[in-house]
């Protein structure tokens, strides 16, 4: 199958990403109808797929309204105890902000089928959080699992617990995340929610942290928090570490908006799925039925031998949209490929005589009999022994006709002189009939 546009993506209202993914049909299928299937996903991370937050801790997270523009980490208007999001009795800092926001995406993605999460603390060094009270080192829970049943979620707990200190380095942070995600499935989809305040030291050459998240496929959505921070500009290191891994890079000036943010990024707040339409070849869309996790199929019709462009549009309610498309090969009855025919051997030959001859009518002749209908294997087949035996007869007729004459000279002891000029004429005329036989063969069979 080659990909035109495949996913096709779009953008709904509320700044959210609309994906759309056609899975079937493939090359090979047959000419007339087809099952099409595939799924659309509301949000920028999907359905299916494992999340790990990885979350800056450093120094100067522990700053508060005056410096970074903190304060209302949990958006009721006021900047009070309830804005101590880690409980260190200092409100309103950009860490506060920072948990606040993963907290509320956290929440967002408990409505995703199949979401893991994990999650990654980084200042100077990096280290993966334990996110389940199990025993040993659990690097994934789900967003809602209380294992600990104490009415808060596992996840919740630990990034609650996070303090600020040290300094700022994306590589540890990079390499942290990619440890984590090594034990998940890889034909899950993995994305990191990287979160920071400031520029931190980051590599991109081969080997590095940021180049083996690449390699594995991860996909690296970036959030600058606050005024002091590098921002999401060209060249950043956040909007870098976004760029190579296919992610985006969010710029929040004021950390009191990433709960929302966040929680958009989700899809906690997404426009519903209206409609999912199909057409084929340019043809009139039809309506494809899909489920609440936005599986869709449908069988088209108008598949044609050769390439077939199909075309799946996704509609939201709020009228926003999102397109993919693929164009697949059909194989001709039996799964015979479509080919150009052979030239017919007769066409051949005089084609070639056409380009030796100087004379255009000539060649124009020839270009008219080469379109003819071209010779089969089996008809060629019996053209050819044909000719073959009718030389053979011939050769033999002559031998025979030889042998014979000699013998009657012989017998009759008469030393008569030969008249060679007879017997080359018989030769030659026994030869004529075996060529003539040979052409009436290959004319029947060439115009077959």
């Known amino acids: 199958m080659r990909a035109a546009s495949n996913p096709g993506t779009g953008t709904t209202t509320t700044g959210q990403t609309i994906e759309v993914v056609i899975n079937t049909p493939v090359d090979g299928l047959a000419p007339g109808s087809t099952l099409v299937t595939g799924k659309v996903s509301i949000g920028l991370l999907g359905t299916n797929l494992n999340v790990v937050y990885v979350i800056d801790v450093s120094g100067s997270t522990s700053s508060g309204a005056a410096t970074s523009g903190a304060g209302d980490c949990n958006g009721d208007g006021a900047v009070n105890s309830d804005d101590d999001i880690n409980r260190n009795g200092r409100p309103g800092q950009v860490i506060d902000c920072e948990i606040a926001g ?29 996110v ?42 990079l390499s942290s995340m990619n440890q984590v995600f090594s034990g998940q499935p890889a034909s899950q989809k993995r994305v990191g929610v990287f979160l920071s305040d400031g520029a931190g030291r980051l590599t991109t050459g081969s080997g590095s942290p940021l180049a083996d998240a690449v390699n594995a496929g991860i996909v690296v959505n970036t959030v600058a928090v606050g005024t002091g921070s590098a921002g999401c500009l060209p060249g950043s290191g956040l909007r870098t570490i976004a760029d190579m ?167 009759s002891a008469e030393l008569q002189p030969v008249d060679c000029a007879t017997t080359n004429r018989r030769t030659e005329n026994i030869l004529l009939i075996a060529a003539l036989g040979g052409g009436l063969v290959a004319h029947r069979y060439s115009r077959r």
């Open 102 to 130: 993963v907290l509320a995406l956290n929440n967002a993605l408990k409505a995703r089928p199949g979401a893991e999460v994990g999650a990654v603390a980084f200042a100077s060094t990096a280290r993966a959080l334990d």
């Open 245 to 411: 891994t296919g992610g985006t890079c969010t710029d929040i000036q004021d950390p009191s908006q990433l709960p929302a943010a966040l929680a958009n990024l989700g899809g906690g707040a997404a426009p519903g799925l209206q409609k999912v339409q199909i057409s084929v070849n340019g043809g009139a869309p039809i309506d494809a039925t899909f489920d609440s996790l936005g599986n869709f199929q449908a069988t088209v019709t108008g598949i044609i031998v050769g390439a077939n462009r199909i075309v799946v549009t996704a509609t939201t309610d709020d009228a926003s949209t999102a397109t993919a498309d693929v164009t697949v090969n059909a194989l001709a009855v039996g799964g015979v490929p479509v080919a150009r025919s052979l030239p017919s051997v007769r066409g051949v030959l005089l084609s070639k005589v056409g380009r030796q001859s100087s004379s255009a009518g000539r060649a124009s002749s020839a270009k008219t009999v080469a379109g003819e209908l071209p010779v089969t294997g089996r008809s060629f087949s019996v053209l050819l022994w044909s000719g073959l035996l009718l030389i053979l007869a011939g050769g033999a007729m002559v031998v025979l006709t030889s042998r014979r004459r000699a013998a009657d000279l012989t017998a």
């Open 132 to 173: 389940n009270p199990g025993a040993g080192q659990q690097d994934f829970t789900t967003p809602g699992a209380d294992n600990d049943a104490d009415g808060v979620p596992d996840l919740e707990t630990v990034v609650r617990a996070l303090r600020s200190g040290g300094g700022t380095n994306f590589d540890a942070a």
